[in-house]
C-alpha cells in the first residue's frame, strides 16, 4: 500500500523510482506485496499486449479492405478495359458491314453502268442495223427517179465530144495531158467557146432537145412521185433530212393543197378574223379613202380599234382563230 501512496503522489518521476526502488528493497516490505506489483505489471503487459494485438488486427483489417478495394478498382478496371475492347469490336464490325454494304453499293453501281453501257451499245449496233436498212431501203426508192434533164449547153456538149473525143485523146491513148490534168478541160474550153458565138437558130435545136427532156422528166419524176407512199417520203426525210421535192417543187405542191376540195383554210390569225369583220364597216363610213392611202388609213384605222378593242372580245377571236386552226390541221393530216 505505502508504495501504491509512492506511485500515486505528486512526487517527481525520478524521486518516486528511487523510493520505489527503496521500498521494494525494504525488508519491511512484505512477499504480498511485491506478488502484487508484479501481478498489476503483468496485467497491464497483457493489456498492452491485447491492444497491441487489437491494433495489428485493425491494421490488417484495413489492409484487407484496402487491398479487397485494390482488387474492386482492378476487376472494374479490366471490366471498363473487356468494354473498351467489345465496343472497338462492335464498332469494327459495324465499320465492316458499312464498308461490305459501301462496296456492294459501288458494285451494283458499276453494274448497272456496265448494263447501261451495254445496252446503249446494244441500242446503237441495233440502230446502226436499221439505219443501214433504211439507208438501203431509201437507195433503192431513189433509185427508181429519173436523172435530171440536161440544159441546152450541156445537150450540145455531149454532142461535141462524141464527136471530137479523137483529137483530145493523146499519144499515150488516153486523156491526160502534160501539166498532169486531163485533155477534157481543153474541150471544155473549146465547147464554150463556140457556144457563145453561135447564133440563136443554131442554138435552137439544143433548147428543144433539152425542152423536150425536160418535159420528159416532168412526166417521169411526176409518176415516180405519186409511186412513194406517205412512209417512204417520211424515210427518205429520216435518211436525208428532207422529203423529195412534189412535182412542179414545194411552192406548187402548197398552191395545190391550198385548192384541193374540202380545204377549210388556214387561219391567219385572230386580229386579221378581226379586220375580216370589220373592213366593210370602215370603208363604208370613209368612202373618199382611195388607192395605196386607202389600203393604209385602212390598216391604221382596224389597228386602232383593235388596240382599243376589250380584252374579252380580243379573247373571243383568239379561241375562234385556234379553232379554225385545229379544223385546218386535222385536214391536213387526213391529206398525208
Same mark, same amino acid.
Given at each position: 500500500m505505502a508504495l501504491n501512496i509512492v506511485r500515486s503522489t505528486g512526487i517527481p518521476a525520478i524521486a518516486r523510482a528511487n523510493a520505489v526502488r527503496a521500498f521494494s528493497s525494504s525488508p519491511a516490505v512484505s512477499m504480498a506485496a511485491r506478488a502484487a506489483a508484479v501481478g498489476k505489471t503483468s496485467t497491464a503487459a497483457a493489456e498492452k499486449k491485447k491492444a497491441d494485438a487489437a491494433q495489428l488486427k485493425e491494421k490488417a483489417k484495413a489492409h484487407a479492405a484496402k487491398e479487397k478495394e485494390k482488387e474492386k478498382a482492378k476487376a472494374a478496371a479490366a471490366k471498363e478495359k473487356e468494354k473498351v475492347k467489345a465496343a472497338a469490336a462492335k464498332q469494327k464490325e459495324k465499320e465492316k458491314a458499312k464498308a461490305a454494304k459501301q462496296k456492294e &453499293?459501288? &458494285?451494283?453501281?458499276?453494274?448497272? %453502268?456496265? &448494263?447501261?453501257?451495254?445496252?446503249? /451499245?446494244?441500242?446503237? &449496233?441495233?440502230?446502226?442495223? !436499221? %439505219? !443501214?436498212?433504211? /439507208?438501203?431501203?431509201?437507195?433503192?426508192?431513189?433509185?427508181?427517179?429519173? !436523172? /435530171?434533164?440536161?440544159?441546152?449547153?450541156?445537150?450540145? =456538149? *455531149? %454532142? =461535141?465530144?462524141?464527136? +471530137? !473525143?479523137?483529137?483530145?485523146? *493523146?499519144? %499515150?491513148? +488516153?486523156?491526160? +495531158?502534160?501539166?498532169?490534168?486531163? *485533155?477534157?478541160?481543153?474541150?471544155?474550153?473549146?465547147?464554150s467557146a463556140k457556144w457563145l458565138v453561135m447564133s440563136e437558130a443554131e442554138q435552137a435545136k439544143y433548147r428543144e432537145a433539152a425542152s423536150d427532156a425536160a418535159a420528159k422528166y416532168a412526166r417521169d419524176y411526176r409518176r415516180f412521185y405519186e409511186s412513194l407512199t406517205p412512209e417512204n417520203l417520211k424515210l427518205i426525210a429520216k435518211v436525208q433530212g428532207k422529203e423529195p421535192a412534189p412535182p412542179g417543187g414545194r411552192r406548187a405542191a402548197k398552191l395545190e393543197l391550198r385548192n384541193r376540195p374540202g380545204n377549210p383554210g388556214k387561219p391567219s390569225g385572230a386580229y386579221f378574223m378581226f379586220l375580216k369583220d370589220k373592213r366593210a364597216e370602215i370603208e363604208a363610213a370613209n368612202p373618199n379613202w382611195t388607192g395605196n392611202e386607202r389600203m393604209l388609213k385602212l390598216s391604221r384605222a382596224a389597228g386602232d380599234m383593235w388596240r382599243n378593242l376589250p380584252q374579252a372580245d380580243k379573247d373571243a377571236y383568239k379561241e375562234k382563230n385556234a379553232v379554225a386552226k385545229e379544223a385546218y390541221d386535222a385536214w391536213v393530216k387526213t391529206q398525208e
Open positions: &453499293k459501288e &458494285k451494283g453501281i458499276v453494274d448497272a %453502268e456496265k &448494263k447501261k453501257l451495254a445496252d446503249a /451499245r446494244a441500242k446503237e &449496233k441495233a440502230t446502226s442495223v !436499221k %439505219e !443501214k436498212e433504211d /439507208r438501203s431501203t431509201v437507195k433503192a426508192l431513189l433509185a427508181a427517179a429519173p !436523172k /435530171r434533164p440536161a440544159t441546152p449547153y450541156l445537150v450540145y =456538149f *455531149t %454532142e =461535141f465530144w462524141s464527136t +471530137n !473525143k479523137g483529137t483530145y485523146k *493523146t499519144a %499515150e491513148g +488516153n486523156y491526160k +495531158n502534160t501539166a498532169g490534168g486531163t *485533155t477534157l478541160t481543153e474541150a471544155v474550153k473549146d465547147a
